[in-house]
């Protein structure tokens, strides 16, 4: 897996101009993409345009995905598989934004910020597409469910001196 000498130039480019938060992304970016395209050609038998009589499939273009990371939003291509399905286990499906934001949301929720303000939160967070108001009622539906189990537990189990 060789770098072409254009792709080094660019990053030659960028290491000179000093910009190192774009230097990491796209590093982060490429090196991503290219454990996808390996598991790719893994799950088909081939690599791109490689003729062999183990080949499952074809590949059929790539679908965009973003996927948010500290250093980020990464615009990925997932490979598309002519027969079946394909989707790289470095990522988990349906997953836009990690455990602290998460917790980010929840807490905002808690206290009563509204779904559109979350957003903007989210955003000033360092992900810049932020967040849809969906997600946010889906991530503190999950929330309520606890909320719930916490204020419907049993409390037998236990002798309280006062009530």
């Given at each position: ?8 130039e ?24 290219e454990?996808i ?32 990371t ?7 291509g ?21 455990q ?6 929840m ?28 997600e ?14 916490f204020?419907?537990?049993t ?9």
């Open positions: 897996m060789a770098l072409s000498e254009s792709a080094i660019e990053l030659l480019n960028a290491i000179d101009a000093g910009d190192g938060t774009d230097l990491i992304r796209d590093l982060v970016r490429w090196l991503v993409q454990l395209e390996a598991e790719a050609a893994a799950a088909i038998g081939a690599d791109r345009y490689e003729r062999t009589g183990e080949r499952l499939t074809h590949r059929n273009g790539h679908r965009p995905r973003v996927w948010s500290k250093a980020g939003d990464l615009q990925l997932i490979p598309k598989f002519r027969k079946g399905s394909f989707f790289p286990e470095i990522l988990e499906p349906c997953r836009r934004i990690d602290a934001l998460y917790a980010v949301v807490e905002a929720y808690v206290n009563g910020v509204s779904t559109r303000a979350v957003d903007d939160l989210v955003v000033a967070l360092g992900i810049d597409t932020g967040i849809s108001k969906s946010v009622s889906r991530i503190c539906a999950g929330l309520d469910e606890r909320v719930e189990a204020r419907n537990r409390l037998g189990h236990i002798e309280f001196p006062y009530v």
